[in-house]
């Protein structure tokens, strides 16, 4: 699946240098290069969002490498990379991550893998602070659910956490589901990929009252995905179906909510150019593509959410377009204007290819990954100061 995605993108991507848009540079930005992945035991190709604690310090994942080449969970601080587990040591033990991690208020890392466990089928584990591995679920591939992927882990004042699975559920196109801290795992609700959506890649979002938000790449009134609530006790309602023209098609990732209940997310394609859009959907439904992107400098193909700001800003990431068609971190005002704050450089060791989205810290910085690219060629960790 991977080399498939990769290989598409690239090839897209060098398409799109062949347009030529109008965008918004952006002023006083500076990008730095935090790490560069080697593919050895340090891990290599991070395609998930990092998280970031009170101290600075970033906990990310890396779907391949270690010192098992079935991927790692890291920790970078001010020092060198520290890998926190090695994936794939033994039948139980989960593999291939591609989702980001969840930290608890006593530094413990929640997250998910897309393959092994107990029966082959993805896991969800906790590491502690010392990097001890539990697993608190396997996945049995059937009614329980099969292969979380892109989303990570949310996590409510109880210690439970809530995701979704790609495949398996009544109808084997994916699951919302409930893991207790115990590592009781309850399916809340199971897609048909009918009406109510199907195959949910990204994450979920939750309000205070335990509703959990989120998108489906494929299913709804046109099979080009869906915004979707479940209730705490697992009613499904769709709040929007795109229609897979200007409005977008195909969302990849999770949603972020702002304290009105407004949702904000991307698709891969679909808008004006059909290369992707940003989108708002309000509580009752109503969708404003906020920005369609043209396919050139200002990016192509975001697969990644969205962060945002005290001031509606949003920013994110696109997988290709930009100068070199390898991919852009940007940022939306909340009246749609975009300014492209980096643009990757094919074949330099700033990275390329970013699939995972952004952490911002209190003073705006931002911090992501790239799946390829850096010093060496298997994906990089970066920095972008205001």
Request: no cysteine; hydrophobic share 30%.
């Amino acid at each position: 699946m991977i080399s498939r995605t990769v290989s598409a993108a690239l090839a897209l991507a060098a398409v799109l240098l062949l347009s030529a848009v109008v965008n918004h540079s952006a002023q006083a930005q500076t990008f730095g290069l935090l790490y560069s992945f080697t593919n050895e035991t340090d891990g290599g190709y991070p395609y998930s969002t990092l998280v970031q604690d009170a101290a600075g310090n970033l906990y990310g994942t890396t779907y391949y490498g270690g010192a098992y080449t079935y991927g790692t969970a890291f920790e970078l601080s001010t020092g060198p990379e520290t890998v926190l587990h090695s994936f794939g040591n033994g039948m139980g033990d989960g593999s291939s991550p591609f989702a980001g991690l969840v930290r608890d208020s006593s530094g413990n890392l929640y997250g998910t893998t897309y393959s092994g466990g107990a029966s082959g089928y993805g896991t969800v584990f906790m590491l502690d602070t010392t990097g001890k591995e539990t697993i608190l679920h396997s996945f049995a591939g059937g009614a329980d659910g099969n292969s979380p992927i892109y989303g990570s882990l949310v996590r409510d004042g109880s210690g439970n956490l809530y995701g979704t699975t790609k495949l398996g559920g009544a109808s084997g196109v994916g699951t919302v589901f409930k893991v207790t801290k115990t590592g009781k795992e309850t399916v809340l609700y199971s897609f048909t990929n009918g009406p109510d959506g199907g195959y949910p890649f990204g994450g979920l979002v939750r309000d205070s009252s335990g509703n959990l938000y989120g998108t489906t790449y494929s299913g709804g009134a046109s099979s080009v995905g869906t915004v979707f609530k479940v209730t705490k006790t697992g009613t499904e309602t769709v709040l929007y179906n795109f229609a897979g023209g200007a409005d977008g098609e195909y969302p990849y990732a999770g949603l972020v909510r702002d304290t009105s209940g407004n949702l904000y997310g991307t698709t891969s394609e679909g808008g004006h150019s059909n290369v992707g859009t940003v989108f708002k959907v309000t509580p009752t439904g109503h969708e404003t593509v906020l920005y369609s992107f043209a396919g050139g400098k200002d990016g192509a193909n975001p697969f990644a959410g969205l962060v945002r700001d005290t001031k509606g800003n949003l920013y994110g990431t696109t997988e290709a377009g930009g100068a070199s068609g390898v991919g852009t971190v940007f940022k939306l005002t909340a009246t749609g204007k975009e300014t492209v704050l980096h643009t990757f450089t094919a074949g330099k060791t700033d990275g390329a290819n970013p699939f995972g989205g952004l952490v911002r810290d209190a003073a705006g910085n931002l911090y992501g990954t790239t799946f390829v690219g850096g010093a060496f060629g298997h994906g990089a960790v970066y920095e972008i100061t205001p």
